[in-house]
């Protein structure tokens, strides 16, 4: 009997002992699936964007496709309108979001004070378009969100009602267009946006349109100390910005115009042109009551016939330093640019290399323009332009000079196209002297 109890007792014993580590065994599966379940990134995060327009709608439909794939992450959006100023004035502290469009003057040199490396231009290269753009000694820190072509966005049926019936390939064909426009229709020939500023940046790109050489900002212009004088791209540029206020081809009141609106009008053919990216194409479509009534076509300059377009990157998504949640942001920066459709559906160049050029630059294809992009700088003088645009406060990529013209051409400055060129003349030569190496 004694025997039996023993052998009753002993086989409990290693029953509840199986039975424990039957137990711990699920128990650790759990633990281990929970974890399974959990890996990749997971908090809030913070994205900074231009985008006033789509943030409340389109914004929030990434967020839900996002958080598809990674659940554990809560995307919150600031959208901000002047989004250069203050983004730059927050970026004083540590709080500017974790995930971000980068400022376009940041100087290259200063991006690893203020964004997180994502790659090598070696590794990145093989992916995305433009990623030399905004990287510096081989590292890159930003992304472009599209990759845009350069040109001016313009109503056709305000071409049609004026008589314009070829494309503009000259400064002075445009501006004889223009003044069809002014003579026959009701539509403002050009809208500048003066009042909001950034719009005149975007003149800015198409200097590449005019020099029609990929070597012509980091190389030439890097090395000259006189890149506003007469005949130069940049004098040509700004010259067609100035005749344009000059002969009264712009809004009555420049000071009190309004971006939002703007495109508005331009849809409804009360505008007739804007020099804008081809970003800009499907913001004037989609407040068309007809989306082909809106076109684009290159800045109006060619050589022997042949016309070029800038190809550049559009803003470039980076992330924050400073941001506690680096792989969250890592996580979204790479679905957006990848998985989002956001440079396809606003008409823009898919950064991703093999993706298809969009239907809004069918135009291009058919006036034989060609593409064509910055070629990197000398070795050494890698961000150099930056560096004398910042020393010399030129503002290549700000409104200010831009505004400048303007308001000499209408008279509310008593000075002359050329004397505003020959100041920024002595401003870069003078920068340059100081920071060329």
Known sequence: MKKLLKLLTFSLMIFALLTACSQGNDNNKAENDEKQNSDGPSGEILVLTNRTD???????????????KYPDVKVEFE???????????????????DALLIPNDVPLQDLENYFEPLGTIDELSQKYLHVDEDAYENNVYGIPIVVNAQGLV???KVFEEAGITDIPTSPEAFLEAMKKVKDSTKAIPYYTNYAAGWPL?????????????EDYVNVQMANMDDPFAK???????YKMMYDLAKEGLIENDPLTT??????????????????????????????????????????????????????????????NKNSENKEAAKAWVEWFINESNYAQDNGGISPVIGDELPDTLASFEELGVELIKNAPAKEGQEGLV??????????????????????????NKKESFDEIMNDLNKDWKEARAKVAK
């Open 54 to 68: 789509i943030v409340d709608t389109v914004f929030k439909e990434y967020a839900e496709k996002f958080n598809e």
């Open 79 to 97: 959208a901000i309108t002047d989004y250069e100023g203050q983004v730059k004035v927050r970026m004083n502290s540590t709080e500017y979001g």
């Open 154 to 156: 313009y109503n056709k």
């Open 201 to 213: 940046t975007q003149w800015e790109p198409n200097r590449l349109s005019i020099s029609g050489e």
């Open 231 to 237: 005949g130069k791209p940049h004098y040509i540029l």
């Open 258 to 319: 309004d971006w939002e609106s703007s495109k508005e009008m331009l849809a409804k053919g009360e505008i007739a042109t804007m020099v804008l990216g081809s970003w800009a194409i499907t913001q004037v479509q989609d407040l068309a009551e007809n989306r082909d009534d809106i076109g684009y076509m290159p800045f109006p300059y060619n050589h022997d016939g042949k016309q070029f377009s800038e190809s550049s990157g559009d803003y470039k998504i980076g992330i």
């Open 386 to 411: 930056d560096a004398i645009d910042n020393e010399g406060e030129i503002g290549l990529f700000q409104p200010e000079f831009k505004q400048r013209i303007i308001e000499a051409a209408i008279g």
